[in-house]
């Protein structure tokens, strides 16, 4: 007979920002009841996963134990927190928990998934309280960068647990209430076991600043504007856009809103009751024909992707939106790591039309959503846990997070990776055990795994291309006709050498000495090496037999 | 019989940061004599020219006017500056003039290239002149981030043209004297005609800052560190280095240069008399024998390159140099736009290994090489010039440098792009011509043009994979033997889909009535529509035919 335990099993985000899926665990090891906070998506990137659009994380672990998942609790509407419930809850079928906002956007998860049939979220009030098994959950609301952020309060009969979800502390958010202090405050009093905190901005000193401030300086530099002025950023943060509409309206500006998401947040927003404060919106067609100093459009594109409304627009292809000498875009908006190139290029295109370029380097246009290190200070003194485990962030955020925390007198803090099963009661926090982890790709629409190498073998086709050769043979194993090729992302040079190479090594098989898989290996190398001599790299090379 | 007129013709730079290649061209339109100031690479990246190390400037209009061009000029030793000559000089075939630290390393360049029998640079002292047909060029020292860095002042009967170069107003250089205003005024005062000038910093606000803060910073940061340091930064930057190395001194740290291009950049400077007040420095391994608060290792690989120094010292396997626990890693450099995520990568990989990681964003270690809005200022201030012309720049920074000369004055200022042939005198400056332009790929060791595509084909196979597909004909044209398939980079799911629509195409096929041409395209297509039905992707799908 064992004793209960309560664990911690990040699947995702201890070790990224992004693909958040945290499982808690309560009960002796055989028998243990689960809960997951979050299941998000990271977004793949061209360099290191070409061809994939999201990643998932592998939650085969808690799909054999799927009968004891008592639910999916989300913390709020970002796609690094809800974005794979329609990949993922096909294989967990459990319960989903989530405030009104969060449960709405989910809805179109669900949906677009084609499992609005199967599940619904349900709706938890704000402030509310959901009993799941041993886990007693609390929703405080917190600030963030979207409508209703919450961090949860999980009381288990080992402890309890403050997990932050996404937070900063916005004296002035605009939208929600500013984080009320003193109800933190009292949670600490209470005694706090373990503190699962938000770790993004843990190498950035100070506060991230607040929405209002931003607000007040839209408001400044949109009146020192001409021209038409484009404003793109986050579509997500509602607080943003109103504030950015009402930035408009200040100095005599309709307002169009140009790209879908932009209309799907803000439809979501309207049918929970978060867009009474906001600015009437005209159709971009009808603003085009407004004078240019008498519009401001809201558009979606702020990290450079291509198919978005302001790609279009500084290509000169948007259907509405047309820019030009006088007119200005503002970047209200952070480059997301590896978005830089993309972003500076639409910067370059929008400069080619005359457009002038206005971005946080020099004006105050964005703050961060995620707590800076004064704001992290601040919530430990509040909270006071006993253990702090940094998630939400690469190695690099979570060990300073974790430097920080011990600075602050927290009596232990502990990096975990995904996987790691980390028991934070009973007994000092350590890791018992580990689950299997991974990162899983959606490919198109096949989900492939990450060591499966598929995306791997595609990046070095990138860099050196594809050499294929198709040699038929007889029933007797000998040559029948000639080597046929396949060149692909190789130099017009390279293909004479190989084909010459070929062509000698085929002329000495001798199908009475050697097998065919003895000829192919003897064709691909010599083909690979003959591209290496003419070209200094070598091309993905395969040789196959096309039996006649 | 025309007139004599002054042009200038950038064939690289204006429209990237790199690839620094600007031609002056002086005489009747068809008799123009022509002049080149630096011949630079641009580095390839991953995402946009998978495989292309570096990228050159397309100089075929030059190249088939060479018996015109007197001579290339170096204004300093960067890569982006100095980098194309070892490809380049073989079709242009002209003197190379140089100041004797850039000469030397101009040296190791054509004798990678085979060339040191062929050419070699002809030494122009600091502060000398040239005189090459039409042209009178003056070299004046300034400060940027290397040793010997030359502004060019070029006389010619139609006026004076001020190239800068790369710059900064350094107050404290370190190595050579700070710029010498007085001089740059008083070549003002003569009256110069045009500034071609560095853009890199137009979009930032303030001065760059000087080495000798930087200095004094890293000597109070080095002070306050426990453990076995490890500085990594740009080995060109002579300065920076000494500065590190004194700031280890002062703390009774010894010594050692880790990575190639440090030994090379510190060969180059000792030759020149550049090493003389280089504290000692102490062998890699003899380093590795002394306590951790003893040492400090200068390191090549500040951008994440994966073979440099650093990244072998974060992966564990660097022969030398091993890091843990209580050491910490300073980066006295910025992130290269593209090189974020490899850097942040690297970081991570420090933090795994429990060192702390020192940057910019908290320490005051690095400063830029480049002038900023204050600097530019100060210099339209002390030059005057009747037109400015931004070079060393993308498109957003070439507007906003415009943007900037026309606020203070400067009668015409011009956004040129790569291939304009900006006519500077007489009359107003305009493009009165385009020549062609481009960039040309060292793909391995073959030249390719960007426009070829081979690099956009590449990708395309990162994105979605590559089919082939081989079907053998006899002479009649009927099919022989079963189509035989590459998947490369393609789900496992996908093939049967495809090779099920490759054969129900095959049986379709009536030699009679259809070629092999229009059977390759239906397979190709028939495969393709396969893959995309199965996957949401379109591999490059390509079809052979093997006559047997």
């Known amino acids: 007979m064992h004793d209960n335990e309560l664990v911690l099993l990040p699947l995702g985000g201890a070790g990224e920002i992004?693909?958040?899926?945290?499982?808690?665990?309560?009960?002796?090891?055989?028998?243990?009841?689960?809960?997951?906070?979050d299941c998000g998506v990271l977004f793949g990137r061209e360099t290191d996963t070409p061809g994939v659009d999201v990643i998932l994380p592998d939650v085969r672990y808690l799909e054999e134990r799927r009968q004891d998942i008592l639910g999916i609790v989300l913390t709020h509407a970002h796609e690094d927190h809800i974005g794979a419930i329609g990949h993922l809850w096909p294989k967990l079928m459990c319960p989903l928990y989530a405030t009104p906002f969060t449960a709405r956007l989910i809805e179109d998860k669900l949906a677009e998934a084609g499992l609005q049939d199967h599940v619904r979220p349900k709706v938890v009030k704000l402030g509310g309280k959901i009993k799941l098994g041993p886990f007693d959950i609390e929703f405080h609301s917190i600030t963030h960068s979207i409508p209703e952020p919450n961090a949860l309060v999980i009381r288990t009969p080992l402890g309890t647990v403050m997990h932050t979800g996404d937070w900063k502390l916005d004296p002035d958010p605009l939208i929600g209430e500013a984080t009320d202090e003193a109800e933190f405050r009292r949670i600490g009093d209470e005694g706090v076991l373990a503190m699962v905190c938000d770790s993004t901005n843990a190498l950035v000193q100070g506060h991230s600043g607040s929405e209002g401030d931003v607000k007040r300086g839209l408001i400044e530099l949109i009146g020192t504007l001409k021209g038409a002025v484009a404003v793109t950023g986050f579509a997500s943060n509602l607080a943003r856009l109103q504030s950015i509409a009402e930035a408009a309206q200040a100095h005599g500006r309709e307002v169009a809103l140009v790209g879908r998401s932009m209309h799907r947040i803000t439809a979501a927003a309207r049918e929970t009751g978060y867009m009474k404060g906001f600015p009437r919106v005209i159709d971009e067609f009808e603003a085009a024909d407004l004078p240019a100093d008498r519009v401001l459009y809201l558009c979606t594109g702020s990290q450079g992707e291509p198919r978005a409304a302001l790609a279009r627009i500084a290509r000169g292809d948007h259907p509405a939106v047309k820019l030009g000498q006088g007119d200005a875009v503002i970047f209200s908006s952070r480059i997301i790591p590896g978005n830089d190139i993309a972003i500076h290029e639409l910067h370059n295109q929008l400069s080619a039309l005359g457009v002038e370029v206005l971005t946080v380097e020099d004006h105050f246009v964005h703050?961060?959503?995620?707590?800076?290190?004064?704001?992290?200070?601040?919530?430990?003194?509040?909270?006071?846990?006993?253990?702090?485990?940094?998630?939400?962030?690469?190695?690099?955020?979570?060990?300073?997070?974790?430097?920080?925390?011990?600075?602050?007198?927290?009596?232990?803090?502990?990096?975990?990776?995904?996987?790691?099963?980390?028991?934070?009661?009973?007994?000092?926090?350590?890791?018992?055990?580990?689950?299997?982890?991974?990162?899983?790709?959606?490919?198109?629409?096949?989900?492939?795994?990450?060591?499966?190498?598929?995306?791997?073998?595609?990046?070095?086709?990138?860099?050196?291309g594809f050499i294929g050769v198709t040699l038929a043979l007889d029933a007797k194993g000998r040559l029948a006709g000639e080597p046929s090729y396949f060149f692909e992302g190789v130099p017009e040079e390279v293909q004479e050498p190989v084909r010459d190479a070929v062509a000698e090594t085929v002329k000495r098989h001798n199908p009475k000495r050697a097998g065919e898989e003895d000829l192919k290996e003897q064709v691909r190398r010599a083909g690979r090496r003959a591209a290496n001599d003419a070209w200094g790299k070598k091309p993905v090379t395969r040789v196959e037999i096309l039996w006649v």
């Open 18 to 37: 992004g693909m958040n899926f945290n499982a808690y665990g309560f009960g002796p090891p055989d028998e243990r009841k689960w809960i997951v906070v």
């Open 367 to 464: 703050v961060s959503g995620h707590p800076c290190r004064e704001e992290l200070s601040q919530m430990y003194r509040l909270i006071r846990p006993q253990i702090a485990v940094p998630v939400h962030g690469e190695l690099r955020h979570m060990s300073e997070h974790a430097r920080l925390a011990r600075s602050l007198q927290v009596p232990q803090a502990v990096v975990v990776q995904n996987g790691d099963m980390l028991r934070l009661a009973p007994g000092r926090a350590m890791v018992i055990d580990e689950a299997p982890a991974g990162r899983i790709y959606m490919d198109g629409r096949v989900m492939t795994e990450a060591d499966e190498g598929l995306t791997r073998h595609r990046r070095a086709m990138a860099f050196a």
